[in-house]
């Protein structure tokens, strides 16, 4: 019966449609009332004189964001938006908005971020903002397409667990019955031990957890990654596939949201293939030139120091050949010099955003690691256990959902590519 | 270069593999190793007088489990599985499985679920443990094409949050920052904030948390959960949504698995749809003749009742028209008999798969109905905010994915079918 806004034209005899009032404005004899719904805007005209007594009545009550019903004539009109507009025969009003709103939902300037958050349910109805999150699923959409069509195996790996991978530093505890429990700030191990099973390639796009204290612009502490793992495969291997990963992102977005990308003011083109590499000590010679900060061999890269590669890269771009000793315990040094490992970053000029590596899969080896980093092997026990049993070469990477978003569509906050972001300060809604 | 085992054939002259050794047999002047990879079985056959010497030192030391690198010509022979052999020119010992192992992988009988699961990395090798997971996620494949192609839009809803949807019980608490959290038992205020937002279709596929006591073959602490909301549909239209959504699951597992489900002893059909309705009365009555405990309207349905229905159904089903005194306070109820509620259960005849309902969407309402209840409306104004401001009709669901693939494949204990289980007394690995 109903008729979605976007699929009234000027042809359209006559509808139904439901939807919310965007915008009223009554200029006495005549009335006109924008409809929007997640596909686009129709506006309703009542002429009073001609309108019958109950569409009157129910106009007349009518507020701003209120939810209302409308059968009627559609009729061509050069004034109205996408050249229609219908003529209420009935009008009924399906859910009332009290006034005054929260949040301003057709005022064209955007409210302060926190305002904007704490009142999402309004704020996501601005097209512009429903648009993120319509972009959002197209690219979930497009990376599931992609994994599963390379034969990957989806995994749902815990996120309650009892140990850290990462070492124990930036976790939430959890009250677990009567143990302590931590929120899992990667799923690492898991698709770890999914190469052990033998179940070769294996992704995740799920939750991650980091009680980081900094409050940026470009950090949540909860965050949704997209992990993979793969068996006999090199970090060359994936990077090509973490390529592929965000082209095809970028391309389903070109291809499926081209009205969202409308809404913004951005020069949108898909990456191409393949990504420029550069290598650490490449890295810091381009930043140490570009930044006053001194930077050297073996330092990690600033934020500044980011900006000023990305600057010259000017595109994605992968940082290659990092020194093992800045790099986690399990990045594979390369046989030859020990010294560097098979890790990488893959970069979008403004910041990182995936990491990965080949993997030790040498139990030996790993220990001799976790020791050359002043770590304990005893506390990774749980960790080191099915490295014992047959553990194929592999590699990974995780990749951040919201960062992935923030800086194809150019968001100048991370908090605008989640839908309820969860910082050092915010809980809620 | 490597060729996966299951595409080794009788025709294939030479092949480069990699496998994991499923079985060694030492005849002596001859000895077989079975290799094992995702996709099948191959048997490697090494002649003492006729093998490479670097052949006969690497096969003289490889242990069950192990990873080896096998390059050979193929033979054809009755013999071995699949009419296949390969005869190795080189072999190389790729990562070494230590004895003995924690558990036997290519033994028949499976060993107690709790020693399965400490060593799920080893117990996932088995063709049969393996099938589950490949199966769960050509499941999720299946539901991801299905919401997609009908145009829902995916989110990730925070799993960390301030309160309760459902009214405060059953939480894990956690401490975030210097304030309190819990974690979220269900995405349900989050899908219909995106209805208020006009999102009108979302779908989530996520992790829930619920700290319930009870440790039986049917309930996880930490689940998997799918969840759907639509805008402007009511109870009915969900129930269609949701029988689609399970024929799919079962036809692609049809469709993509065989050889998986060769390895059950189950008879797989796809469900014919439309399932069969019936409501809260009639299921009373079913049970009521059926089992030895007392039951009358107005009760909740027991495990046993469960089953009594279940018997008499012997296929999925509906049971629908709840009292409304014992479904959740956001369960619409009927407008000409508000006693009853347009909530509905969908039944495997083993357990209860889903439940859903037409939410109600008018704040004054919901109101009423947290006060029948007893609960107080000051403890919801969270949830209650959102209705004040334009809340379209809308109706949702949401399905354990843990169920449905324990009743799918006739699993025992709900155990396996999640790879990495959390109840009362686990939390490792």
């Known amino acids: ?203 995740e796009i799920g939750p991650i957890f980091r009680a980081e204290e900094h409050n940026t612009t470009r950090h ?15 970090h060359n291997d994936v990077m090509d596939l973490l390529e592929r990963a965000v082209v095809a992102a970028y391309a389903n977005v070109e291809k499926t949201c081209s009205d969202e990308l409308e809404l913004f003011d951005i020069d949108f083109t898909v990456p191409k293939s393949p990504f420029p590499k550069i290598t650490y000590a490449q890295a810091i010679d381009i930043a140490a030139i570009s930044i006053d900060e001194g930077i050297g061999y073996g330092d990690d890269l600033s934020t500044a120091a980011e900006r000023a590669i990305g600057e010259e890269m000017g595109q994605h771009y992968f940082i290659t050949d990092w020194p093992t000793e800045i790099k986690p315990y399990y990045a594979m040094p390369f046989e030859d010099n020990p010294e560097v490992c098979k890790a990488f970053d893959m970069m979008h000029p403004r910041m990182e955003l995936s990491s990965g590596a080949q993997r030790i899969h040498q139990h030996d080896l790993l220990v001799e690691q976790i020791i050359n980093k002043g770590l304990s092997p005893e506390s990774f026990e749980f960790y080191l256990k099915p490295f014992k049993y047959g553990m194929p070469p592999h590699s990974g990477w995780g990749m951040g959902m919201e960062r992935l978003i923030m800086t194809m569509l150019d968001l100048p906050n991370i908090r605008e590519a989640v839908l309820f972001p969860r910082d050092r300060h915010r809980l809620t809604p």
Not at 7 to 26: L, N, P, Q
Not at 190 to 195: G, N, V
Not at 220 to 234: G, H, K, R
Request: glycine share 6%; proline share 4%; net charge negative.
């Open 1 to 203: 019966m109903r008729t979605q806004l976007k699929d009234v034209t000027k042809d359209t005899e006559r509808a139904e449609v439901i939807g919310w009032v965007h915008e009223v404005r009554d200029l006495g004899g005549l009335s006109f009332y924008i409809l929007r719904d997640r596909t686009g805007f129709l506006q309703a005209t009542v002429v009073k004189k001609k309108a019958p007594e109950t569409v009157i009545e129910c106009a007349k009550s009518i507020s701003r964001e209120s939810v209302v019903r409308i059968t009627g004539a559609v009729k061509a009109t050069e004034k109205a938006p996408g050249g229609r507009e219908i003529i209420p025969e009935t009008m009924e009003l399906i859910s009332r908005a009290e006034t005054p709103l929260p949040l301003d939902v057709s005022e064209k300037v955007l409210a302060e971020v926190d305002t904007r958050i704490d009142n999402r349910y309004l704020d996501a109805r601005r097209p512009k903002v429903g648009a993120i999150f319509k972009i959002r699923s197209a690219v979930t959409h497009a990376l599931y397409d992609l994994f599963f069509s390379e034969g990957f195996i989806n995994i749902h790996s815990p996120k309650v667990v009892a140990a850290a991978t990462e070492g124990g530093t930036e976790l939430f505890p959890l009250a677990y019955f009567e143990k302590e429990a931590f929120l899992n700030q990667s799923p690492q191990l898991y698709k770890q031990m999914m190469m052990s099973a033998g179940f070769e390639k294996v992704f």
């Open 220 to 234: 949540l502490n909860e965050a949704t990654s997209i992990d993979v793992e793969v068996s006999f495969a090199d």
